[in-house]
């Protein structure tokens, strides 16, 4: 697609369900990564996949955290039993290849709630 | 232990004036940099970036300066424009992890 598709736009979900949020990244990009961003916090990393190798995981938070990329394409990122400090925006980047050298595209983030 | 520090929350200037706003990494093996705007319920944008090996990259308005001994960096716009009301997001890399590190965003609002 023309850039980074993220679904739903929005979610309310109540304490202890499992929610699942969705990246589509540009076509052709090799490189996913997601983030979130708490209220009036910078942006944190969670996970890096790059190709066909191991997804890079040191940033997510807990075991509740899960994520996996089908076919080198779309993510998903999926949270167990939420808790309330998982509200939060989560963004999904994606970008040519893993080398850095050039900027990420961001989808425009999937607003958490949790209640 | 926040890496990448932008201590300014929010910067507010008159339009046609510099804007500066500062970031600070405590990693000395980030070897670049970069800078995102962020207009409110959309994704970052990329905005410039910076190789460790240079210390001044220019583009238009938009002038982002590296200070490695002093692990500092800032980006300057002039003139500034209230379109440029934003949430700025300095961002570093290193050469071990390919995924960016962020900087908590400074606020941007310029006056008409």
């Known amino acids: 697609g023309a850039g980074v598709s993220q679904s739903p736009s929005n979610k309310v979900t109540e304490k202890g369900k499992d929610v699942e949020l969705r990246c589509d990244p540009i076509?052709?990009?090799?490189?996913l990564y997601w983030y979130r961003q708490s209220l009036g916090q910078g942006l944190e990393f969670l996970i890096y996949?790059?190709?066909?190798?191991?997804?890079?995981k040191s940033g997510l938070p807990s075991d509740r955290f899960s994520a996996e990329r089908t076919g080198g394409s779309v993510s998903t990122l999926t949270i167990q039993r939420t808790q309330q400090e998982d509200s939060a925006v989560y963004l999904c980047?994606?970008?040519?290849?893993?080398?850095?050298?050039?900027?990420?595209?961001f989808g425009s983030g999937t607003r958490l709630t949790v209640v | 232990d926040q890496q990448v520090k932008q201590n300014s929350p929010s910067l507010s200037v008159q339009e046609g004036r510099i804007s500066i706003l500062n970031c600070d990494y405590t990693?000395?093996?980030?070897?670049?940099f970069l800078w995102y705007k962020k207009y409110p319920a959309e994704g970052p944008t990329f905005l410039i970036s910076?190789?460790?090996?240079?210390d001044k990259n220019e583009d238009g308005r938009f002038t982002v300066f590296l200070n490695k001994s002093a692990k500092h960096l800032s980006l300057h716009i002039v003139p500034s424009q209230p379109g440029d009301s934003a949430v700025y997001f300095c961002?570093?890399?290193?050469?071990?992890?390919?995924?960016?590190?962020f900087g908590s965003g400074t606020r941007l609002q310029v006056q008409p």
């Open positions: 076509s052709g990009h090799t490189a």
């Open positions: 980047a994606s970008s040519l290849s893993g080398s850095g050298g050039y900027g990420y595209t």
């Open positions: 961002a570093a890399l290193d050469t071990g992890r390919r995924a960016l590190t």
């Open positions: 990693n000395s093996m980030f070897d670049y």
């Open positions: 910076i190789s460790s090996i240079k």
């Open positions: 996949f790059q190709g066909n190798s191991a997804p890079d």
